[in-house]
């Protein structure tokens, strides 16, 4: 196949779609198939789209198409139409081959990426290719300056849906004006998503949240070893546990991209099973490393499964503590009744502190405005009130100083940490001021999911990280409560200076994000935003 001079071999059974003739055509990769064209702004997914084989898409470098490139964008050196370096970021890979002028993204499993690489392997360029540069602009372009207007999806009590593709933004802005729904869910990661998703952006992102809306982001990754999925996690729980760290880490990566911050919660997508005592072992195993390690990131854990499958195994271990419980459940079962309700499959007493989400109704078109969407009804009860506890009881965290504690330390610092190291799910055991073996095991476990240097010493940066976990709520002159004492105790460890810890934002505190600020790069405003949140829980 010939897209603007660009020339791929693919293999015979793939199908090719041309979006000139049919410009809204579905990008999907559950079964392989190469899309050629522009796609239009409002694309006929069917919300029911699971899973991933292979896919490529061509295209023409817009500086729409551009505003998806990021920093793992390859691009070919001048006169060639391959890229070898080419890295895979949530197992898709895009290439810029400006000589041609087309950006190309290849999605692929695990499984497959072999299969892809080679079919992008075989590019060469035909006499018919054009230049067109990627605006310089839009390559400069830093997503964190795009921004949700804060943890998704904060507290809202009411109608939502959830489609395969992030809808366009008029697509959005109609359904807002006269649907019921003010809550959307979007599929921002995972090996197993089925669609593409062109208009899924930072500044999408920013656009929807500014305008009112709730998102609830989901990833699609390994499924119930228990399922013929081809995707699946492991039977061994200890592994699976690890498959979910992975998941979640790649999870954090795609939401921190789209200026979806810490506080936030982020749903793993586990579609129906045939429950066994093996399969829901490895299910909650994975459940364990994926909350343990968005735990660490500072965001919330949420679980999207069928009310009779995965959610009734989550709840009947709701009390076990060889698991680590989500914080959020997500539920599918097509009753019709828009609330939250869980009849017999969990205890109303489960999850009931504004932390239920409910898929009532799957499948259906909805038109609004002009714009019709295939889409999941979904009713939701959430608020901030779920957040994991950014500390403990027993241990006092406020201190003038915050020094290095390590293997040999001991006292009120030592059991400080271990109760914040703890309360982000990287467990120390019981805290009792005692720095031994298992505190530098839990620290390490909590700087390897910082990107900090993982040497089990509770240093600066690491504190910084710890005591400034939580919901990224902007404070700023005036403000009161837990946020700014955690603000408080932060600044105190970062600037390695005493900022007092009363809970009042006052002189004293705006000083102390100015200087954090300025001395961190950031724009120096004297409030604590999200973008100040981040560099704090980052441990910068």
């Given at each position: 196949m010939t897209y603007h001079g660009y020339r791929l071999e693919v293999p015979a059974g793939w199908r090719i779609v041309d979006l000139t003739e049919n410009p809204h055509a579905c990008l999907r990769f559950d079964r392989p198939a190469v899309y050629l064209g522009e796609p239009a702004e409002q694309s006929d997914c069917p919300a029911g789209v699971l899973g991933r084989t292979a896919g490529i898409v061509v295209e023409p470098i817009t500086a729409g198409s551009a505003s998806r490139t990021t920093a793992a964008t390859a691009r070919t050196p001048r006169g060639e139409a391959v890229?070898?370096?080419?890295?895979?970021?949530?197992?898709?890979?895009?290439?810029?081959?400006?000589?041609a002028g087309v950006l190309v993204t290849a999605a692929h499993t695990p499984a497959t990426?072999?299969?892809?690489?080679?079919?992008?392997?075989?590019?060469?360029?035909?006499?018919?290719?054009?230049?067109?540069?990627l605006p310089h602009a839009v390559r400069q372009a830093d997503p964190a300056l795009a921004a949700a207007a804060g943890p998704q999806p904060g507290s809202y009590l009411g109608k939502g849906f959830d489609a395969c593709a992030a809808p366009s933004q008029?697509?959005?802005?109609?359904?807002?004006?006269?649907?019921?729904?003010?809550?959307?869910?979007?599929?921002?990661?995972?090996s197993f998503r089925g669609c593409a998703q062109p208009n899924l952006t930072a500044g999408w992102v920013t656009r929807q949240t500014g305008n009112g809306w709730h998102l609830f982001p989901i990833d699609v990754g390994r499924q119930a070893p228990c399922t013929n999925y081809s995707l699946k996690m492991s039977t061994d729980p200890a592994t699976a546990r690890s498959q979910g760290?992975?998941?979640?880490?790649?999870?954090?990566?795609?939401?921190?991209?789209?200026?979806?911050?810490?506080?936030?919660?982020?749903?793993?997508?586990?579609?129906?099973?045939?429950?066994?005592?093996?399969?829901?072992?490895?299910?909650?195993?994975?459940?364990?490393?994926?909350?343990?390690?968005?735990?660490?990131?500072?965001?919330?854990?949420?679980?999207?499964?069928?009310?009779?499958?995965?959610?009734?195994?989550?709840?009947?271990?709701?009390?076990?503590?060889?698991?680590?419980?989500?914080?959020?459940?997500?539920?599918?079962?097509?009753?019709?009744?828009?609330?939250?309700?869980?009849?017999?499959?969990?205890?109303?007493?489960?999850?009931?502190?504004?932390?239920?989400?409910?898929?009532?109704?799957?499948?259906?078109?909805?038109?609004?405005?002009?714009?019709?969407?295939?889409?999941?009804?979904?009713?939701?009860?959430?608020?901030?009130?779920?957040?994991?506890?950014?500390?403990?009881?027993?241990?006092?965290?406020d201190f003038s100083s915050y020094p290095t504690v390590r293997s040999?330390?001991?006292?009120?610092?030592?059991?400080?940490?271990?109760?914040?190291?703890?309360?982000?799910?990287?467990?120390?055991?019981?805290?009792?001021?005692?720095?031994?073996?298992?505190?530098?095991?839990?620290?390490?476990?909590?700087?390897s999911g910082k990107g900090l240097t993982a040497d089990g010493v509770v240093g600066?940066?690491?504190?910084?990280?710890?005591?400034?976990?939580?919901?990224?709520?902007?404070?700023?002159?005036?403000?009161?409560?837990?946020?700014?004492?955690?603000?408080?105790?932060?600044?105190?460890?970062?600037?390695?200076?005493t900022v007092s810890v009363d809970g009042v934002f006052g002189p004293g505190s705006e000083q102390a994000v100015r200087d954090y600020q300025s001395s961190r790069g950031l724009g120096s405003d004297g409030v604590a935003g999200p973008a100040t949140w981040s560099a704090l829980q980052a441990g910068r």
């Open positions: 890229a070898p370096s080419a890295v895979s970021r949530d197992d898709s890979i895009r290439i810029a081959v400006e000589d990426e072999s299969l892809v690489r080679g079919v992008l392997a075989t590019a060469t360029l035909t006499g018919d290719a054009e230049r067109t540069a008029a697509a959005m802005d109609a359904w807002q004006a006269s649907s019921p729904y003010s809550a959307v869910g979007v599929y921002i990661s995972g760290v992975t998941a979640a880490a790649g999870a954090v990566s795609a939401a921190s991209g789209l200026g979806i911050p810490a506080g936030s919660a982020v749903y793993s997508d586990i579609e129906a099973y045939t429950s066994t005592a093996a399969c829901k072992a490895s299910v909650l195993s994975y459940l364990s490393g994926w909350t343990e390690r968005l735990h660490s990131s500072g965001y919330l854990s949420g679980f999207y499964s069928s009310a009779a499958s995965g959610i009734k195994d989550a709840a009947a271990e709701y009390a076990n503590s060889a698991y680590t419980r989500v914080d959020h459940l997500f539920y599918a079962w097509w009753n019709g009744a828009a609330d939250t309700a869980t009849g017999s499959y969990v205890p109303s007493s489960y999850w009931s502190g504004h932390q239920r989400i409910h898929q009532y109704a799957g499948e259906v078109t909805e038109s609004y405005g002009g714009y019709s969407i295939n889409i999941d009804r979904d009713y939701l009860d959430v608020g901030d009130a779920s957040a994991p506890a950014p500390t403990c009881t027993g241990a006092n965290l040999g330390s001991a006292g009120e610092q030592v059991k400080a940490a271990q109760c914040l190291l703890k309360a982000a799910g990287s467990d120390p055991g019981t805290p009792d001021g005692i720095f031994g073996p298992d505190t530098a095991a839990a620290a390490r476990n909590f700087q600066a940066r690491t504190w910084t990280a710890l005591l400034a976990r939580g919901a990224a709520t902007t404070v700023r002159d005036g403000s009161t409560g837990e946020a700014v004492r955690r603000l408080q105790r932060s600044l105190t460890a970062a600037l390695g200076r």
